[in-house]
């Protein structure tokens, strides 16, 4: 089996972290790979790295045949995410949703058999309006995605989970909360820059500034597990998995994680500035219940657990 994960950021060089130590060579495909902050997670000599473009399908397809692909992670995104895709919607719409449809093409006409897809839980909580099944059928019965980002992660659900009904290329989409984690480079989404400031700022004694609002994180080296075990899994129901912290965190309890993480650190609880729209107000909290009975995801870090690691590995890698 060698799988071909696509975007080799915070999430995907976890996924190859984790396909290596379970005896994979995992092919990474990026088409601008910050080469130094992925040697910092997972070797480089126990991977193949090669350069391509999701946005152009045949250097997906040359991927697959070269090396013999059998799954495809798919987590290319650009940066910043939510923030990223408001400030140049056009461009998050033709990666998010185009770039997945080629994935997803390309494993059709080549037979791959399962792709896994970065969702995110921004659609549990980007939400607006909607009625349910009403009787006549309201033209707002169902809610809809208040984000361009949020509107590309339903839109790709929901394309995804018709190859699978349609095209006998199975689909998962990860729903991710927010992710935070051991990652020098640039990309993330806001909240991921977001904690990995306070923490930087804490373990030299300036100001952290940890969100305002309760937030459903998941670590990276969960997100990447779960993404793992999505791959992997036997079967995959109705294939859309929440992989989060599986319960949520407020900001006092963040601070007073990060306080035991960082004695003395000095905390302000705050909405760092220019990263609103990124952090979410909880509408309702994600239901882990599919991805612990279907894919056997359970998170493995929660707070502060997560800091903890994260400050380990930040100290090991200045
Ligand atoms: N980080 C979060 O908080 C979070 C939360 C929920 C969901 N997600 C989703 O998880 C996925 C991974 O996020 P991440 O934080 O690891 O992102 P990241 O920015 O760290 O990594 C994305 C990688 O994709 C690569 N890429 C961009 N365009 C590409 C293209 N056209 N072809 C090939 N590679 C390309 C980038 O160079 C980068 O290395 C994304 O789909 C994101 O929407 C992330």
């Not at 290596?20 to 995992?26: C, I, Q």
């Not at 697959?64 to 910043?80: F, K, L, Q, S």
């Amino acid at each position: 089996m060698t799988t071909l994960v696509i975007g080799a950021g915070l999430v995907g060089s976890q996924v190859a972290r984790i396909l290596v130590s379970e005896g994979e060579k995992p092919v990474l495909m990026d088409f601008s790979a910050q080469t130094k902050s992925i040697g910092e997670i997972v070797s480089l000599d126990q991977v193949t790295m090669i350069s391509g473009d999701i946005l152009r399908p045949l250097s997906i397809v040359k991927a697959i045949n070269d090396h013999g692909i059998t799954g495809i992670v798919h987590t290319a995104a650009n940066p910043m995410l939510t923030l990223g895709a408001q400030t140049d919607p056009y461009a998050a719409i033709n990666l998010n949703i185009m770039g997945t449809v080629n994935v997803l093409e390309a494993a059709r006409v080549t037979g791959v058999k399962r792709v896994v897809v970065s969702s995110s839980n921004v659609l549990n909580h980007y939400l607006a309006g909607g009625g349910g099944e009403t009787e006549p059928m309201n033209e707002e019965a169902y809610p809809r995605p208040t984000t361009f980002y949020s509107a590309t992660k339903q839109a790709i659900e929901s394309l995804g989970l018709n190859y699978s009904k349609w095209c006998n290329v199975e689909f998962a989409g990860m729903r991710y909360g927010a992710v935070f984690g051991p990652w020098s480079g640039a990309g993330g989404g806001g909240p991921s820059n977001v904690v990995r400031e306070a923490l930087r700022n804490a373990m030299v004694g300036r100001e952290a500034v940890v969100p305002a609002g309760t937030m459903e994180w998941v670590y990276s080296k969960d997100a990447g597990r779960g993404t793992v075990l999505a791959l992997k899994a036997k079967e995959l129901g109705n294939g859309v998995f929440n992989v989060t912290m599986s319960q949520p965190t407020a900001p006092d309890e963040f601070a007073d994680a990060l306080r035991k993480v960082v004695p003395g650190a000095n905390i302000r609880i705050d909405t760092p500035k220019g990263t609103a729209i990124s952090l979410p107000n909880m509408r309702r909290r994600s239901d882990p219940t599919n991805a612990k009975n279907i894919i056997g995801y359970e998170p493995q870090f929660e707070i502060l657990a997560a800091l903890q690691d994260m400050h380990a590995w930040m100290k090991a890698n200045p």
